[in-house]
């Protein structure tokens, strides 16, 4: 009986010490717990609608100190309530991706950050453009085209491929070569642009750029981008504007080659990816699609593809003209001289002058 005592008498004592630390436990992992933010939004809408937020933050132990709301990344304000719902102005909101972001704080100093991403689309649907081919022109197939322009009458064009990669400076008309400048055979040359008296010229996988005197084509900088990829380059007469094959666009401040902001090309359908050679005209990008026969030209304060112009046919011409196998079509120069593009493909052997066509009609670029 005694024994028995002293078992129970035990046994007490256990079950008392394990509610005892239980609850210690308990208490410490919920006090050191996140707050947790349930966000509510729709998933996609169209620009410029105001957007509806839905909002509830639970402290998990302990009480919430303050919480902010933030739209990509921009500070909106402090919540007022912990559970509420919130109508976001569409002045904060771009085409294509956006975030929403909570971050809530206990009294504790324990920090929660909640994201959700919002696609908005474009509200009206792009314009359907033609092309008839106005002349062509001889153009070395041995040049995988990777960036043309335009500048004082000459045509400048970047290839690529390791060993293959140079700067051409041409008399389009009639092929004669004015000058070449060679990239080093560790680089793949990418696209190419003219700005304040300097030839721009990205690189593929290096994350490197090199400039060049335009005058000399001597090298005279280089510098370094974190995308991981560089494809097409053109310029709006300020800033440097960059493709890496995504559905993004940056735009460069040309003298210390910082971003200064970005766009993402969208439609009222649907997102645009693999932008590749780029060219400015009159406040609009043309881009080549990579893989297709399309360009798309695209708003270049929002990112909104307002055409898309189809070549359809065109690769299928400078692969009859050729004697090896073309790659696709890569590569658009605006001739400010006679106001046209003119377009090209890598190995393609021609350089085609083209006109756009709406219902039959020229339009201007």
């Known amino acids: 009986m005694r024994r028995m ?12 010490t394990s509610l005892l630390f239980g609850n210690i436990s308990c208490k410490t992992t919920s006090n050191t717990r996140k707050p947790v933010t349930v966000l509510r939004l729709q998933k996609q809408s169209i620009l410029g609608k105001d957007v509806s937020v839905s909002i509830k933050i639970l402290p998990k132990g302990g009480q919430i100190e303050k919480a902010s709301l933030y739209v990509n990344n921009v500070k909106v304000k402090e919540l007022e309530s ?8 569409k002045d904060l909101f771009r085409l294509g991706k ?6 809530a704080q206990k009294d504790n100093g324990k920090t929660g950050i909640t994201r959700k991403d919002l696609v908005l689309f474009a509200s009206n649907a792009p314009e359907s453009l033609n092309y008839r081919v106005v002349k062509s022109y001889d153009h070395s197939p041995e040049h995988f085209t990777e960036g043309l322009e335009f500048n004082d009458g000459l045509l400048y064009e970047s290839t690529g491929e390791h060993g293959t990669s140079f700067i051409y400076k041409t ?3 009639n092929g004669e070569i004015v000058s070449i400048t060679p990239l080093d055979k560790t680089f793949f040359g990418e696209g190419l642009t003219l700005l304040n008296g300097n030839v721009f010229q990205l690189t593929y996988k290096k994350q490197k750029a090199f400039v060049y005197d335009n005058k000399t084509m001597k090298q005279v900088g280089s510098f370094s981008y974190s995308n991981k990829e560089g494809w097409g380059l053109t310029n709006n007469g300020k800033e440097l504007i960059m493709s890496d094959g995504s559905s993004t666009i940056y735009f460069l401040d040309p003298t210390n080659f910082q971003e200064t902001r970005r766009i993402h090309v969208f439609s ?3 997102e645009f990816i693999h932008l590749n050679e780029l060219e400015f ?7 080549n699609v990579w893989t297709t026969e399309d360009i798309v030209k695209i708003d270049s304060r929002t990112g909104e593809v307002v055409a898309i112009i189809s070549l359809t046919g065109l690769s299928r ?3 009859m003209e050729s004697k090896k196998t073309i790659d696709v079509m890569n590569g658009i120069a605006y001739n400010p001289s006679d106001n046209y593009l003119y377009v090209t493909g890598k190995y393609w052997p021609k350089l085609y002058k083209i006109e756009l066509l709406k219902n039959g009609k020229r339009v201007n670029p």
């Open 317 to 319: 011409s400078a692969q």
């Open 281 to 287: 005209v009159n406040d609009y990008i043309y881009a």
């Open 171 to 173: 008399k389009y008309h």
């Open 82 to 89: 912990f559970e509420c719902n919130e109508t976001l102005s």
């Open 268 to 270: 009222n359908q649907r």
């Open 98 to 103: 956006n975030s929403v972001r909570v971050e």
């Open 5 to 16: 005592r002293q078992l129970s008498t035990l046994y007490f004592l256990m079950i008392i």
